[in-house]
């Protein structure tokens, strides 16, 4: 019964709100801040919550915050959206455009702080009119692009005692009000490679008498790549891709270091864990063979965001719930990074991709200066949001509410 009666309590919601929340996601796109910097978005969000009569609990650092709805004995499923902008520069004509220099919210994080907000205000009224069977936690993550956000909010304990956790990201290739969903994983992991050469150093007459750190720092950038795509399985889509080499400073001198920087994706969370040895090993091979040193410096950075069967299930079921039957459309696993990652590494849940695309309309592209959503899709990410942790709590539940709410 309730099931059915959702719906029409978001309608109503959403007739008073939408047009406040679309205001409020444009403030933000305006006023965009950076990793760790998001101090005036965790007032505005804080602000907002208080208002609603809600506690929330600002990290020590000043960014970011976290905040309950409902108490009780009950299951907590924990809603997250991650706040941080880009150092980028906003390159649309729009009314709503940055006013930051070289930052903006190219990302979609205005979209997903706003849709959190939109169902925090919502489950703040369920919890007021006695309908909340539990907790829902929220999480307003600083952070994400960097990454590192998740890891501040698990040191606070933002997901203890939590059971699930779900999140939602904007995507640009699937229309508003459907989502993009799928099981395992669905982002990818991504580290970061520095490597540094180093040799004896000379005249570009006399290779032979020096080693020639130019050449041999070719061959690194052409054979690790090369050499991974037959020591690894392809089906683990181990990919790395140079970004910056620097060596030398002169025609006829052969330089006596080098760098070269570069990313590694990978699908695959066993392929992930062993990159690191594998890349080291052939690192100096190749080195080796010409007679410099080698040394790298390898950062990990997040592993993939590996969803979870029953998480995808009650999502999928929640999503159609609030936007219809044929809602949910299936998705790739994408080379990008997500650090709600982290997350999954110690409790179930699942993400998911918003549509954000006008039907018919133009497919913009993420991480881009012209990025811009339609913004329709915030309403619907307040009913997948809201109607995802409803479901989440009444299947978790104790099992007579199950029966009532579903009915
Ligand atoms: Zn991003
Ligand atoms: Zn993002």
């Avoid at 007739?15 to 933000?28: G, H, I, N, P």
């Avoid at 960014?63 to 809603?79: E, K, Q, R």
């Avoid at 706003?114 to 369920?126: C, D, N, V």
Wanted: proline fraction near 6%; include cysteine; charge should be negative.
């Amino acid at each position: 019964m309730r099931g059915r009666e959702l719906r029409g309590e978001l309608d109503a919601f959403l007739a008073e709100s939408e047009q406040d929340l679309v205001a409020f996601r444009r403030d933000l796109h305006m006023h965009p801040e950076l990793a760790f910097a998001e101090y005036r978005t965790t007032q505005r969000i804080a602000e907002r919550l208080t208002a609603a009569g809600l506690a929330p609990s600002v990290l020590p650092r000043g960014t970011g915050l976290i905040c309950d709805v409902g108490s009780g004995d009950g299951p907590t499923i924990a809603l997250r959206a991650d706040i941080d902008a880009l150092p980028l520069q906003d390159e649309k004509d729009v009314p709503y455009h940055s006013t930051v220099a070289g930052v903006c919210h190219a990302c979609g994080h205005d979209v997903h702080t706003t849709i959190l907000l939109g169902t925090s205000l919502f489950l703040a009224q369920q919890a007021a009119a006695g309908l909340l069977p539990g907790r829902v936690r929220l999480i307003f993550q600083p952070a994400e692009e960097l990454p590192g956000g998740a890891l501040e909010i698990m040191a606070h304990g933002g997901i203890s005692g939590v059971d699930r956790i779900f999140g939602l990201h904007c995507d640009p290739r699937v229309d508003v009000g459907q989502i993009g969903l799928r099981n395992g994983p669905i982002t990818s992991a991504c580290d970061k490679l520095a490597v540094k050469v180093s040799g004896p150093g000379g005249h570009t007459a006399r290779p032979h008498l020096t080693a020639d750190l130019v050449f041999a720092l070719a061959k690194i950038l052409t054979e690790l790549p090369a050499a991974l795509s037959r020591r690894v399985d392809p089906r683990s889509s181990l990919s790395l891709v140079w970004g910056k080499v620097e060596a030398g400073s002169a025609a006829n001198a052969i330089p006596d270091d080098g760098v070269a920087e570069g990313t590694v994706r990978c699908l695959d969370e066993n392929a992930w864990h062993a990159a690191p040895d594998l890349i080291k090993s052939l690192l100096e091979s190749v080195a080796g063979a010409y007679g410099v040193e080698a040394t790298m410096d390898y950062t990990r950075g997040v592993p993939p965001v590996v969803n979870d069967e029953v998480s995808v299930e009650m999502l999928t079921e929640a999503a159609e719930r609030a936007l219809g039957a044929g809602a949910v459309v299936p998705t790739q696993q994408s080379l990008g990074g997500e650090d709600f990652a982290w997350y999954l590494e110690s409790i179930p849940g699942a993400f998911a991709r918003l549509g954000t695309r006008s039907p018919d309309g133009f497919t913009y592209d993420i991480h881009q200066g012209t990025f811009d959503v339609d913004e329709e899709a915030i309403s619907m990410g307040v009913r997948v949001m809201a109607t995802t942790a409803l479901t989440a709590l009444w299947e978790v539940g104790p099992l007579d509410s199950i029966t009532s709410a579903l009915a």
